[in-house]
C-alpha cells in the first residue's frame, strides 16, 4: 500500500513530532482491520498516541483509504482541540476522497512533483505497508 500527507497534514504532524514511522505504524493497524471509525466513502478516523501518552488522549487523523492501495492522511486534530468534524466537512471530505482515491500512479507522481501530496516511506519502502 502507498501512504501519501498532504501539506496541511504534514504541518500537523511537524508541529506535533509524529514521525512518518508512526505514520506507518497506523497504517499497518488499519491494514490489520484495526479501524477506530469508518465514516464512509472512503474515509476512516484513527488514532495516533501523543508522545507520552495513549491514544485515548491523543491526535485523530482522517485518511482517506483504497484498501490494500492507497492511504491519505488528510486532516489530524487533538480531540481538546475538536470532538468530530461537521457534516458539511465530512460532505467535502468525501468529494475529496472520491477524486484522490481514483488516482493512478502518474496523478500521483504529478502530485508529489507539485507538492499537493509527499510519499511517505515505511520501513525504507514506498510500497511496504501490507
Same mark, same amino acid.
Given at each position: 500500500m502507498r501512504v501519501f500527507k498532504n501539506k496541511p497534514f504534514a504541518r500537523f504532524v511537524r508541529r506535533n513530532e509524529i514521525t512518518d514511522e508512526e505514520l506507518c505504524k497506523t497504517i499497518k493497524e488499519i491494514s490489520r482491520g484495526l479501524i477506530a471509525a469508518d465514516l464512509g466513502g472512503g474515509i476512516i478516523k484513527q488514532r495516533i498516541a501523543r508522545r507520552g501518552s495513549?491514544?485515548?488522549?491523543? @491526535?485523530?487523523?482522517? &485518511?482517506?483509504?483504497? *484498501?490494500?492501495?492507497? #492511504? &491519505? @492522511? *488528510?486532516?489530524?486534530? #487533538?480531540?481538546?482541540?475538536?470532538?468530530?468534524i461537521r457534516p458539511d466537512e465530512l460532505a467535502a471530505l468525501k468529494k475529496l476522497a472520491f477524486s484522490l482515491l481514483a488516482y493512478g500512479d502518474d496523478e500521483l507522481k504529478r502530485a508529489v512533483a507539485n507538492g499537493t501530496l509527499i510519499e511517505v516511506t515505511c520501513d525504507g519502502n514506498r510500497e511496504a505497508v501490507s
Open positions: 495513549g491514544k485515548s488522549g491523543g @491526535f485523530r487523523t482522517l &485518511i482517506l483509504l483504497k *484498501v490494500q492501495k492507497l #492511504a &491519505i @492522511f *488528510v486532516h489530524g486534530f #487533538a480531540k481538546n482541540d475538536m470532538e468530530n
